[in-house]
């Protein structure tokens, strides 16, 4: 079935230092959102992106969709203790709109 | 507004038992669901509604029933509790969508639920 893999599952870096996390989808997506979790939180919306190649910014944070729209990434630069969490990408299932296919997740713990 | 609110935060079962998580939306969004959280395994979708007496089965839907009276409200229902349904459960609402975009998901503060 339809499947929307992140890597890494974890990442520890030191404050300062940059983060990315990377998303790949079995099937072609329509569009790709991102969500962030504070640890004991709930997934909180960050972006969603549409086109082909398209990147968009959020003050430290650098977001992109591939060419075939099969893969996206988020880019951290110089982390912040305010960064830790955990970094979802979701993909729309195919064929249902509505029906989001969230990866595993990529956690982020930052050193200060 | 008060977004996605679920109850309770905590609960604890015993094998067997059966019981309902609520979750209340004031956005007046037609789309609602269910996730259930584990660890290492991201969010996957127990059931979803797009609109009042509309409810349909996500990834992961054996042993749980929802029901979708009203726009505002979507509870989960536990019919016999296991110690594998122990998990973090996440409701969420959303503007029903289609085509190029789904529209932000807003997540309640989830329950985190243990089975003994």
């Known amino acids: 079935g339809q499947q929307v893999m992140q890597i890494p599952q974890y990442q520890h870096v030191q404050e300062g230092e940059d983060f990315t996390t990377y998303c790949n989808s079995s099937?072609?997506?329509?569009?790709i959102q991102w969500y962030k979790q504070r640890p004991g939180g709930h997934p909180v919306f960050l972006i969603q992106?549409?086109?082909?190649?398209e990147v968009k910014k959020q003050k430290r944070l650098t977001f992109q969709f591939g060419e075939a729209k099969k893969n996206s990434s988020l880019h951290i630069t110089a982390t912040q203790t305010t960064d830790v969490g955990t970094y979802f990408c979701?993909?729309?299932?195919?064929?249902?709109?509505?029906?989001?296919?969230f990866g595993a997740g990529t956690r982020l713990a930052v050193h200060p | 507004n008060a977004g996605v609110t679920q109850t309770p935060k905590f609960q604890v079962l015993k094998t067997g038992q059966s019981m309902t998580l609520q979750c209340a939306q004031d956005?007046?969004?037609?789309?609602m669901s269910w996730y259930r959280q584990d660890p290492g395994m991201g969010l996957r979708l127990i059931h979803y509604?797009?609109?009042?007496?509309?409810?349909d089965q996500g990834e992961v839907p054996n042993g749980y029933n929802v029901s979708r009276s009203t726009t505002e409200d979507f509870p989960l229902r536990l019919l016999s509790a296991a110690p594998s349904q122990t998990s973090v459960y996440f409701c969420?609402?959303?503007?029903?969508?289609?085509?190029?975009?789904?529209?932000?998901?807003?997540f309640g503060p989830g329950t985190r639920l243990t089975v003994l």
């Open positions: 509604s797009v609109g009042a007496g509309i409810t």
């Open positions: 099937t072609t997506l329509s569009n």
């Open positions: 956005m007046n969004h037609e789309y």
């Open positions: 969420a609402s959303k503007r029903a969508g289609g085509g190029g975009g789904t529209d932000t998901q807003y």
């Open positions: 979701a993909g729309p299932k195919s064929g249902g709109y509505n029906k989001l296919i």
């Open positions: 992106l549409v086109k082909s190649g």
